[in-house]
């Protein structure tokens, strides 16, 4: 075997590519629906720019569903135990029914006062509020699919997500055309296109998941408990992450309308970049939670520190092209003099933060892989400590892009000794019932 390659970069790759289709699938739904609603006019495109925001906030909120059942069922799979995994399908599958339930709840009731708070006239208000009636009833099926996601990426399966996600968008396209145009039913069409196309998605993950082998599917505290417990902590991890970049839209307004603009183009193009660098992740959450299911510690280690090359690599190429682009590429996203100017700083800033966010996003699927859940949740809350400050005391847009960098910087600081140490890697089928330290 060449010093250039790893017997594991054939696994990493099989793993990666179909977990990039599938995160893909997520911001489709969101682009289709906003070329849709986008020729209706400007009140309904910024109605669905509300209502989308509260509804993404929700659904980001619950991927613990998906993060957090992978490893369990990767490490019962792994150990032989396939009638013990499957008791994983079925109470991930409770719990997304359970925690659809209370989402439904929660936006039916506090919809109104979450749209206010974001912001717009009444009139794109009233708009806003009648689409997320609508749309609120999909959420449930949306969680689902996450946690179906999840527990098939634990058995290895990342091609029966994939396909589902491919027909739920081919759905939503066709009935969302016949829904606005066809039946003239406007942004009201929109919403119910997407809601049948997502309950058909949640009954495909639905069936799948009580398909799994399992000795019972009835609802378990036993077996959920450990859900919960992991999915605890990747909530407070996703709801700081969240925050600090809500905090920096919102301190990039204050600066003006051309620096929220260069803000806004390099965010989209971060979240767009990070759809590459999150599937070696997912990869690596497979592998590490697989091999240590397996009980090969040292097969983990070296699987681990391979996917962490794999996305700094791609990290550097990335910020690479950007550093190098920073005079060109903002003009494909405006011709405002101002916004350009901004942008070309904030470009740079991005370019730099490519390779440091590679190397913690692959250290996320590696800790997460390995069910160290706890340890991301107060190493989050470190690197916000670090964060929030020097966003606060910035006096233009980037020096928010600096404080940022220090963010993602902040985060490989926090991990990076915790994977060196190896306390991460233990073996067996089930995870730890309390956590290895913080």
Not at 189 to 204: H, K
Not at 291 to 320: K, Q
Not at 407 to 416: G, P, Q, W
């Amino acid at each position: 075997m060449s010093r250039w390659r790893s017997p594991y970069d054939r696994e990493i790759l099989g793993l990666a590519v179909p977990a990039l289709g599938a995160l893909a699938a997520g911001p489709l739904y969101s682009l289709v629906d906003t070329a849709i609603v986008g020729h209706l006019g400007a009140k309904q495109l910024a109605a669905l720019a509300l209502a989308a925001t509260v509804l993404a906030a929700i659904v980001e909120l619950a991927d613990f569903l998906s993060y957090g059942t992978t490893g369990q069922v990767a490490r019962l799979h792994a150990a032989g135990a396939g009638l013990e995994a499957g008791e994983i399908f079925a109470q991930a599958l409770w719990l997304a029914a359970a925690a659809g339930a209370v989402a439904v709840a929660v936006l039916l009731l506090g919809g109104g006062p979450f749209l206010l708070l974001i912001g717009q006239g009444a009139h794109v208000q009233g708009r806003a509020h009648e689409y997320l009636d609508i749309a609120v009833w999909g959420v449930p099926a949306q969680l689902v699919a996450l946690a179906g996601e999840g527990c098939m990426r634990g058995v290895g399966d990342l091609r029966t997500p994939l396909r589902i996600l491919v027909i739920a968008n081919a759905a939503n396209v066709v009935l969302e055309v016949v829904l606005v145009y066809g039946a003239h039913l406007g942004l009201v069409g929109s919403a119910l296109g997407t809601l049948v196309a997502q309950l058909g998605m949640g009954v495909a993950f639905g069936r799948r998941m009580l398909a799994a082998p399992a000795r019972s599917r009835r609802p378990s505290r036993a077996l959920i408990r450990p859900l919960l417990r992991t999915g605890s902590h990747l909530t407070v991890r996703t709801a700081a992450l969240l925050g600090a970049f809500t905090l920096a839209s919102a301190l990039a307004a204050r600066f003006g309308t051309a620096a929220l603009g260069a803000h806004q183009v390099a965010f989209q193009l971060f979240l767009f970049l990070a759809l590459v660098l999150d599937a070696i992740a997912i990869a690596g959450q497979i592998l590490v939670a697989r091999l240590l299911g397996g009980g090969d510690p040292e097969g983990a280690w070296r699987a681990a520190v391979r996917m962490i090359w794999w996305s700094i690599a791609w990290g550097t190429a990335f910020g690479l092209v950007l550093v190098l682009a920073s005079g060109i590429g903002p003009h494909a996203f405006t011709s405002n003099t101002k916004v350009l100017s901004d942008s070309h700083h904030v470009w740079i800033l991005l370019g730099v933060m490519q390779p440091l966010a590679a190397a913690v996003f692959a250290l996320d699927g590696i800790l997460i892989g390995a069910g160290d859940t706890r340890y991301l949740a107060w190493a989050m809350a470190a690197a916000i400590a670090v964060f929030v400050p020097l966003a606060l005391f910035a006096s233009n847009v980037t020096g928010l892009w600096w404080a940022l960098n220090a963010l993602i910087a902040a985060r490989l600081v926090t991990l990076m000794p915790r994977f060196v140490r190896k306390r991460w890697a233990v073996t067996g089928a089930r995870l730890a019932s309390s956590p290895r330290g913080s």
